[in-house]
């Protein structure tokens, strides 16, 4: 349970730096402090590669995405970007940041497509409101950008659980550790 909290209170830590940094000029504080909280990740998992692949996978993902959205100008962004059809370097680190609660704080969604669904379709829209309201991104059309960020984050969201439940840095489950016995015999 105490890591359970602990990767709830340092996604949050991180998503606000990203957020409130790409508000700001200060953009690179956000994309550092996720630098920190994804080693801090990385150090507690029982199996490091699998939790660092869950997280480049989750991180293609996510900039994908986002730059596509990007790209069609449905998200606006006031700084941290290298090119502009990219989203912005401190909305990618929060994907890997969003890949750290995957195996811990979000597990209970392993297995549960329609929950997962359910949370990309409800939780991303919010999310990216949220980053809104707290001056990180602009859009041209409010309710045509959020319909695609529910419809893209409830697609990529029970994919991101099945990966996860795949790539299992802290707790494999069953089936996981006899396929590795079965691999190393």
């Not at 990767?7 to 550092?32: E, H, R, T």
Request: glycine share 10%.
């Amino acid at each position: 349970m105490r890591l359970v909290l602990q990767n709830f209170i340092l996604f949050q830590i991180g998503w606000f730096a990203c957020v409130l940094g790409g508000a700001s000029d200060y953009s690179w504080a956000g994309s550092l402090t996720v630098v920190a909280i994804i080693a801090v990740h990385l150090l507690n998992a029982k199996y490091f590669g699998s939790e660092l692949k869950l997280i480049l996978y989750t991180l293609v993902i996510g900039t994908c995405w986002d730059s596509l959205l990007t790209m069609t100008g449905l998200l606006q962004f006031n700084g941290g970007q290298f090119l502009d059809w990219l989203a912005p370097h401190w909305l990618i680190a929060m994907w890997a940041l969003f890949a750290t609660t995957l195996n811990v704080s979000m597990r209970w969604l392993q297995g549960r497509v329609f929950l997962s669904f359910l949370a990309g379709l409800i939780g991303g829209p919010l999310a990216y409101y949220a980053g809104h309201k707290l001056g990180a991104v602009n859009y041209s059309d409010p309710v045509l950008a959020l319909s695609f960020v529910a419809i893209g984050w409830s697609i990529i969201m029970p994919f991101l659980s099945f990966l996860a439940s795949e790539n299992d840095g802290y707790l494999l489950d069953r089936k996981v550790t006899l396929r590795k016995q079965e691999a190393s015999a």
